[in-house]
């Protein structure tokens, strides 16, 4: 992994929480907390990994980066433009160098569309290539991530979950992106097709001079792909290091007990597991650096 230290993403003090119930006049009964002052920085060229629990809110500080969710509060800076200030027609320029690679592939992709006007589509909202020039980048595109130009014309049910996801990759390059966010991209293909999908993705990565958000539970893919992975619990970040060290070394009680859960391939090894158990309405303290690169909460 290289350095890396021109600043893109700067995330600061992120919240999102959504209202659960509504009483008879129409006020908010209930707030859940799904992301609750996440702060952190992603530098260009740089693979940053969100790891946590199913509802620890993962995914919705990457929605939150795409702007489909707007936020509470915090702010969220790109390429030193805050964009948590902009209006709707202001964002778009950088809808196209903001993209995303979502969980299920099927049910991102039109099924009414073919693989020609699925990876077009973009291109043509942000007013890129056209005709014969769009279908050539197109079939480009598909070659550069294992498919052929004859797939041009099938639709998204002719397809493998991993040859789906092949196509939603090459519809978020079509836009020539700089960061990618990626929403748990392998999870839902086979064990077989997801290390060919991680070596594909920073294959691209180096070709294209890509940044990624890369959002998993797969801790051991995580690992492989990221240079610096962050810790997500109820909302919060708890622990913040280098890939190599958190796995290493990591600090937080609920990174050890995350750490231990992952499946060791040796019916001879037995993988100790490290039990967390959060007090009812324990506050997790703001992050500390505890050496270089290294932040925990403590």
Request: glycine share 8%; aromatic share 8%; net charge negative.
């Amino acid at each position: 992994m290289s350095e890396h230290n021109e600043l893109l993403v700067d995330v600061r003090n992120l919240k999102k929480h959504f209202t659960k119930g509504r009483d008879v006049w129409g006020r908010s009964t209930e707030v859940l907390k799904a992301v609750d002052g996440v702060s952190f920085q992603i530098k260009r060229g740089e693979t940053f990994g969100l790891v946590g629990e199913s509802g620890s809110g993962k995914s919705t500080v990457g929605r939150c980066l795409l702007r489909l969710y707007d936020y509470t509060s915090g702010e969220v800076h790109f390429d030193g433009h805050n964009l948590s200030a902009l209006g709707e027609r202001q964002l778009k320029p950088f809808r196209s160098r903001i993209q995303s690679i979502f969980q299920d592939p099927y049910s991102s992709l039109n099924p009414g569309m073919n693989v020609l006007d699925l990876i077009g589509e973009p291109m043509d909202i942000h007013g890129l290539q056209r005709g014969e020039e769009r279908k050539e980048f197109v079939a480009s595109l598909l070659e550069r991530v294992g498919l052929k130009r004859e797939h041009l014309y099938r639709f998204p049910h002719e397809f493998s979950g991993g040859q789906r996801q092949r196509i939603s990759i090459a519809r978020a390059l079509s836009v020539r992106p700089d960061f990618v966010v990626c929403d748990e991209p392998i999870s839902a293909l086979d064990v077989s097709v997801q290390a060919q999908v991680i070596n594909m993705l920073e294959d691209l990565q180096s070709e294209f001079g890509l940044t990624y958000l890369f959002i998993a539970h797969d801790l051991s893919m995580v690992r492989h792909i990221s240079d610096r992975i962050g810790v997500m619990y109820g909302g919060r970040l708890v622990e913040v290091a280098p890939s190599d060290e958190l796995y290493d070394n990591p600090l937080h009680p609920y990174t050890k007990a995350l750490l231990s859960s992952i499946p060791v391939p040796d019916p001879h090894v037995v993988n100790e597991r490290v039990e967390w158990v959060r007090e009812a309405g324990a506050v997790i303290p703001d992050l500390r650096e505890v050496s270089p690169g290294h932040f925990v909460a403590l």
